[in-house]
């Protein structure tokens, strides 16, 4: 059961709904589930596939997508869904928008992911004037964040998340978690329209501080959830000092997010990064014809 005092809403981080239902089974309830390509290409089924020497074709593994995100969304139907679109540094907004309103239309409960880029930025503005739910992905700077509040300016709370990934900051040394607390700060100047939703999460830590932080939502692979369960669905107290293990500190930037999205410093080599593993995992996925 939802432990009383949790503020945060917990999401799983998978591409299985078999991992779907047995965290549901373990920890009694879920409020959510977020996809990528790397996830998908790690769905079971699909590995199964390629294990045998078989891929999908480009339609195939768009159709296998939406069974798997139609699998999850009836499990958590009242829960919110992450789709991903398949986009490179070379994808134009338009052409996410396309994708993005093709997978809107799979399940009732489904936001679209973009990326935390100019493109996906420009997709992210035409998209919730659509009335479409979206979730920024691949944001690793306060910037970011507030280019994605500035570009979305208007709609309204739960129908926009911004993913700092914070796991891929540690990767490098630096505590992403820094980034949380100062995107959580720097939005307590606005409206509350956009929800920080902490990914990339490695450990129970991350879990935990983004607890005692505020974070509106967190995802966590199932591996982390199931360590939760394991202490008892424990939300710590004021007591509970985040150990970030001789990781470097971000700064906090003291940024205006009243400003024109356009006018953020919205580049970050890991966001490009991140774009290229994404499309790199599904096209691994897609036999040439
Ligand atoms: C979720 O929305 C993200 O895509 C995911 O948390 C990324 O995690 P990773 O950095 O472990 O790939």
Redesign the pocket.
């Known amino acids: 059961m939802r432990p009383k005092d949790l503020k945060t809403k917990i999401?799983l981080?998978g591409g299985d709904p078999g991992e779907t239902r047995e965290i549901i089974r373990l920890m009694g309830f879920l409020d959510g589930q977020?996809?990528?390509p790397?996830?998908i290409s790690k769905n079971p089924e699909a590995r199964k596939k390629l294990e045998n020497g078989e891929k999908f074709s480009k339609e195939e593994i768009l159709d296998f997508y939406r069974n798997v995100v139609k699998e999850i969304s009836g499990l958590i139907p009242q829960g919110s869904i992450?789709i991903?679109v398949y986009a490179v540094s070379s994808t134009k907004a338009d052409e996410m928008l396309k994708q993005g309103r093709e997978m809107f239309s799979w399940i009732p409960n489904g936001h679209i992911?973009f990326p935390s880029a100019r493109e996906g930025l420009k997709a992210a503005e035409k998209a919730v004037k659509d009335g479409m739910r979206i979730?920024m992905?691949?944001c690793f700077t306060q910037q970011q964040a507030a280019a994605v509040y500035a570009a979305t300016r208007g709609a309204k709370r739960g129908d926009v998340f911004v993913?700092p990934?914070i796991?891929?900051l540690d990767?490098r040394e630096e505590n992403g978690m820094d980034l949380i607390a100062h995107i959580l700060k720097m939005y307590q100047r606005g409206d509350g329209h956009v929800e920080v939703?902490t990914?990339?999460?490695?450990n129970i830590d991350h879990l935990l501080y983004a607890f005692k932080l505020g974070s509106d939502i967190i995802?966590a692979?199932f591996k982390v959830l199931r360590e939760w369960v394991e202490r008892g669905l424990t939300v710590p107290g004021n007591e509970y000092v985040y150990n970030p293990r001789g990781l470097k500190p971000i700064p906090y930037e003291n940024v205006d997010i009243t400003r024109n999205w356009e006018e953020f410093d919205i580049y970050h080599d890991l966001t490009v990064k991140?774009m290229e593993k994404?499309s790199s995992d599904w096209d691994s996925l897609i036999r040439k014809t």
């Open positions: 999401f981080d977020t996809t990528n790397t996830l992450s991903e992911k979730n992905t691949l993913s990934f796991g891929r990767d939703l990914a990339s999460v490695r995802t692979p991140g994404f």
